[in-house]
Structure formats: C-alpha cells, structure tokens
C-alpha cells in the first residue's frame, strides 16, 4: 500500500507492535542477574540480540514509509520508556517487583547498597561514584588510588565500603578526565553514592541528545525518522540507562557541538567540543575538523578554559598511575591490534610496536579527514567518523560502549556500518564466560566488522557519487 506520494505504508501499527515487543525484552533485561558461566552468558546475549533484531525491523519499516510526527513522537515514547525500564538493571535477580520501588528509593537517598557490583556485565560506575566522593573531600583522584590507606576515612559507612570495594582496578588512580570528574562531583553533590541519580542523569542527557540530533535533521531538511537509530539502538540503551557509562555525557556535547553548527554559532560549537574532550580525550582527533569551521583561536580558547581550572589533576604524579597503565598496557576486543601484534611478534615488545602503528593509523586518519573535509555539516560528519572509527577498530582496547561515541555522526550522515557495528560489538561479552578473551570469538568479530565495513563504504560511495550528480 502507497499514500498520495508514492511512498510505502503499511496496513498494520508495526511501530507500535514493535515498541512494545522490545518493551517486553528490556523487562527480561532488567531481571536478568548476569553472572559468570556459559548459561548466564548466552541468556544475556541472546536477549541482546532479539532486541537489536527488533530494533532493525522498527527501521525498516520506519524507513519505507512516509515520515509523520506521531512516529517521531513514537520515537521518543519509546526511547524514554526502554531508558526507565532499564534503571532497576543491575538489582538481584530474586528481588520482587513489589520491592524494587522501595529499593532504589534508599539508593537515592544514600541509605543502602542495592545493586550487585554489576549492571549487564558493567561496573565501572562505582568507580565514578568513588571519585566525586575523592573530589567532595578535596583530595586528589588522579594522585590517590582506591585502596590507598590515605582513603581509608572516606569510606565511613557500609555503603561506601561497598562501593570502594566493588572498584575494578583499585591499585590505580582514575583515568577519566578533569570535566568528567566534575560530573562526579555533581552528582555527589546531589545524591551521594547513588546509582539511580547517575542513571537518570545519562538517561537525560540521552534524551537531550535526541532533541539535539532532531533539531539537526530538521534543519537539514531530513526526516526525524533517523533518530530511531540513535533512541532504540540497545547498545545505547544498555550501556547508559543501564550500565550507567559517562560516555553519553561527552555524546550529548558531541550532538549539541553538531546542531550549534548548523545554527553558525561558532563560539557554541567551540565549546561544545572542548567540553567533550573534557569529559573523554577521544574527540580530540576531530580538532582540525572543528578549527577549521570556527577557528583555531576560538577552538584553543575553549580548550583552555575548559581545562585551566583542573590542570594540578593531571599533573599528579603517582607510581599506581591509572593513565599511564590504559595507554601503555590494557588490551581487550581489539582484533585489528591484535593482527598488529602478529605483524610484530618478532619485535622486542610486539604490544608497543603494535600501539605505535594503531597511532600512526589514526593521524594519517586525521590527515585524511582533514582533506577530505568540504566544511559541510555533512563532510563533518563523515571527517569526525573516519578519526574515530579509526581509534576504534585499529586501538588495543575496543569496549562496547565506545561506539556510541560515533553514532550522533553516523545519524546526521547517514552511514549505517556504525549502528550495525554497535550489535556486533557485543560479541566482546562471552568475556564474562571465564575472564578471558576467545580467539574465534575476536576472528569472528573481526571478519563481521571487515565485512560490513566493506559493504558500508560501497553503499557510500554510491551515495556520494548519487549526491555529486543531483
């Protein structure tokens, strides 16, 4: 069936079908307990996967038919309703429903631990939690590791006890950057040692997101449509709502830095990116792509503003440096590096060889973004994309929830590759079966992401050469 312009309908509310199949998934999601183990594993992965293949049935039918503003606001129905229903992930398994209301309210007030130490496989939260806990009490976060005895008075009650002993990697100083640990001190401001408040702090910022990239299609002239892609996407949806990762803080900058380009607001826009690099160092690599349009002044202007305040941070010293140990030994999913580090097994150190040809990679990426650039909101898009996919599929660590970093990018440009490559990236979880990476799993990732990369940049280049002609 066609309407009036020839473009396909169709005879059932498969949207609204689809939003509540999916609805019925992320509450499986939710009393899912994750632990270690094949079963527990696969159950995971398996509900993964029922939701990422309803989520591709919503954009194709989304996509073939006419756009409307009932679907958009469909759209975000269903993107804030998977968010809520996502923030009790992470509760025991055995918690009753009747329960769970009374639970997070004492975790919102600070009265009691009532997570498990992870959420879906996650638990780097209590690591934020734990620095703007460091920050609140004016000590240093970059130069005092979690177990620090110095650290001992912070951990007054069971709840920061629990919380200080669920850190991952508590012989190391914090790793995340000076905006980020002002995002801690916030919340710690607001509701201390609480995984609801930080939970509902992303899901806003998600949301916000959202508004960002919609008010960017529509001035684009494109269809809001898009941002299906971005609000179902599970990964999105597991790895903030419920995991609860920092990351779509540095998102919502990246999508508002977007929109402010589109508006000529170049100071804004200028800002937007410093804060982004603030919150994660990655968007960096997009520098000369965003100096370009508002210029290097203002860009290193808004840089240095935004780091000026922080700078005795980074500046610490300390022999369990968190920074040093990520850029200098942590590997995990990367396939690509991990052929590098065939290529150089014969070296001295095949790691540090492999690390410095993934960094070469990326600056010739950034070279070639940068001449590729037309200073277009669109050529931004596909000049931030090519950096950063880099960093991604070429580095020694490839964590899932690294790919939402590309996807405000991937929605205004419309590249698919990234949101496919946002389910394939959940193959890194049959790490929990046992703690150690498989090797067929990263081959098979692999060849998934080659494959799909591959079929991505021909259906680019169609597109390109489609919109050279018009």
Known sequence: ?????????????????????????????????????????????????????LYGLAWHFTSKQSP?????HLI??????????????????????????????????????????????DNDHWRYLWDGRVSASGRNPYELAPEDPRLDSLATNAVWNDI?????????????????QGFFRFLHAVAPGSVVALKLSLIVCDLATMLFLAATLARLGRSQVWLLLYGWNPLVIKVFAGSGHFDGLMVLMLAAMIYALTRG??????????????????????????????GWLT??????????????WPLARSASAGPQAFATSWEFNGGAFQVLKLLFSASSDPS??????????????????TWKDRLTIDSLSTAALIPLGTILLTGPVLMPWYVTWTLPFAVVS????????SAIVNLAFFVMIDGSEKPAVLLAELLAVGLFLLLGVSRADKQDRASSQE
């Open 68 to 72: 409307a503003r009932s679907k958009v």
């Open 352 to 369: 540090q060889y492999a690390r410095a040809a993934a960094g070469t990679f990326v600056l010739l990426a950034v070279a070639y973004a």
């Open 414 to 421: 419309g590249r698919m590759f990234w949101f496919q490559l």
């Open 1 to 53: 069936m066609r309407d009036s312009q020839g473009k396909a309908t169709s005879r059932w509310p498969a949207l609204p079908a689809l939003l509540v199949a999916s609805e019925a998934f992320y509450l499986l999601l939710t009393r899912l307990e994750p632990g270690n183990g094949a079963t527990d594993v696969f159950s995971f992965l398996a509900i993964m996967a029922a939701l990422f293949a």
């Open 299 to 312: 860009t290193s202007l808004s840089l240095a503003f935004m780091a000026l305040p922080f700078v005795p």
């Open 76 to 121: 975000f129905i269903g993107a804030l309703l998977f968010r809520l229903t996502l923030i009790p992930a992470g509760l025991p398994e055995s918690t009753p429903l009747s329960a769970i209301p009374g639970l997070l309210a004492r975790d919102l007030a600070g009265r009691e631990t009532v997570f498990d130490s992870h959420l879906l496989y």
């Open 265 to 294: 607001r170049r100071g804004v826009a200028a800002i937007c990116f410093a804060a982004a690099v603030g919150v994660k160092l990655a968007p960096i690599v997009i520098l000369p792509a965003i100096a370009r349009r508002v």
């Open 164 to 180: 200080r002993q669920n850190i991952n990697y508590p012989e190391l100083t914090t790793i995340y950057p000076p905006l980020a």
